[in-house]
Nanobody
Framework: QVQLVESGGGLVQPGGSLRLSCQASGSIFRGNAMGWYRQAPGKQRELVAR???????IYVDSVKGRFTISRDNAKSTVYLQMNSLKPEDTAVYYC?????????WGQGTQVTVSS
């Protein structure tokens, strides 16, 4: 059964950094683009970064220049390096395919940016 397991979240002060990881079971990474989503309280889930199987990346404007998505296909893991964090980045972060038929959502990892 395919599973997505996100980790690496936590409480950080504004301007701080976190690195999120998402490990997948099975062979879902192979040849597939992957994405990081986030859902803030009372808001819809949004796709903030995506990476193709070849390593090309796209970011939503609000995180450009601050977040970096990467992947390690041998480890079936996708990462999200988040720098210069802002309070508005507070959300539960999830990974999944960026389009098409999505996988079953994992539990997500909570990121809280607060002083």
């Amino acid at each position: 059964q395919v599973q997505l397991v996100e980790s690496g979240g936590g409480l950080v002060q504004p301007g701080g950094s976190l690195r999120l990881s998402c490990q997948a079971s099975g062979s879902i990474f192979r040849g597939n683009a992957m994405g990081w989503y986030r859902q803030a309280p009372g808001k819809q889930r949004e796709l903030v970064a995506r990476i193709t199987s070849g390593g090309s990346t796209i970011y939503v404007d609000s995180v450009k220049g601050r977040f970096t998505i990467s992947r390690d296909n041998a480890k079936s893991t996708v990462y999200l390096q988040m720098n210069s964090l802002k309070p508005e980045d507070t959300a539960v972060y999830y990974c999944n395919y960026p389009a098409g038929v999505l996988l079953r959502w994992g539990q997500g990892t909570q990121v809280t940016v607060s002083s």
